[in-house]
């Protein structure tokens, strides 16, 4: 389970990284996504991108609020990646 997370926090980066066309090797956990330069169009294309590979959608009203750094958007996309498996399964 826990390489399954680490797999799927290397993707994620890897998501983030291509849609948010910075540099995979500038990202770190505690990285804030203004100081990476990701603008709001960004994140758009980076929630579409979780929707499309992983099927989750991610409001950008209600649940992007909180988010400021790439670790709050990984814990958040593995939250509703998470909870969708379950679902798909149940």
Do not use: C
Request: charged share 30%; glycine share 2%.
């Amino acid at each position: 389970m826990a390489s399954e997370k680490t797999d799927l926090s290397q993707e994620l980066l890897e998501l983030v990284a291509r849609e948010g066309m910075v540099d995979l090797s500038e990202i770190k956990p505690e990285s804030r996504l203004e100081d990476l330069d990701i603008q709001s169009a960004d994140f758009v294309m980076i929630l579409m991108a979780l929707e499309e590979e992983y099927g989750v959608y991610i409001s950008v009203d209600n649940e992007l609020t909180d988010v400021e750094t790439v670790q709050d958007l990984l814990t958040l996309a593995q939250t509703k990646i998470e909870e969708h498996q379950k679902e798909a399964q149940a």
